[in-house]
């Protein structure tokens, strides 16, 4: 089996990890990584098509990091005649994966609104198509004032009517830099 995507240590695994990673059918009793199974169950129901959302002019892929993160931007489901778009935390990062204005965290909101709007935008739906969003603040009692305002003034600017389902939660973000990090989920009805 390629290595590709194991960024983990075998000489270095714990007693606890090796049994677990055992268990899940992962490792061989030689410690090694073993090739992956399709589950039973998919073989008579398949899972439901998932197609990754990228927008790389606005903001890379979280694989493309230095330090590659395994997730996807975006997830589109399309169920039935619905559209369902699952909106990973985004953040005030670049199209190099980088974080744009470190220290500025009004500035870092707006990015991340952008980062959002693009990514929703891909898939041909708009903020009036997003129904839930969960907002992670480094500093929910320093940075909460301003985010709430910010927040209104875009959805406000953006005549929402009604407003996402949203979740405020103070959090510890993946890079230093970061002050500000949204996830959202959107659903529109295709034509």
């Known amino acids: ?24 059918g992962i490792l061989s009793d030689e410690n090694t990584i073993l090739e992956s199974a399709y589950p039973e169950i998919h073989k008579e129901r398949p ?3 998932k197609f990754d959302v990228q927008v790389p002019q606005v903001l890379n892929n979280a694989f493309d990091y230095q330090k590659p993160s395994s ?13 369902v778009l699952l909106i990973s935390g985004t953040a005030s990062m670049n199209e190099d994966g980088k974080p744009e ?8 909101l707006w990015r991340t609104y952008r980062n959002i709007t693009s990514l929703l ?3 041909g739906m708009s903020w009036h198509d997003v129904v839930r969003t969960t907002n992670y603040l ?6 909460y004032g301003e985010f709430n305002k910010i927040r209104t003034t875009f959805f406000t600017w953006l005549k929402l009517d009604p407003l ?11 890079w230093d830099p970061l002050l500000v990090e ?10």
Do not use: W
């Open 121 to 123: 935008s891909e898939e």
């Open 138 to 143: 480094r500093d929910i009692e320093r940075d």
């Open 164 to 174: 996402p389902a949203s979740t405020g939660i103070q959090a510890r973000l993946c």
């Open 1 to 24: 089996m390629s290595n590709k995507g194991n960024l983990i240590d075998l000489s270095k695994l714990s007693r606890g990890e090796a049994m677990e990673m055992k268990k899940l």
């Open 71 to 83: 997730f996807s931007r975006a997830l589109r489901l399309d169920l039935g005649e619905y559209r």
């Open 101 to 108: 204005h470190a220290g500025d965290f009004r500035a870092q």
């Open 182 to 191: 949204i996830e959202a989920y959107a659903i529109c009805k295709i034509n």
């Open 47 to 49: 899972p439901v098509e």
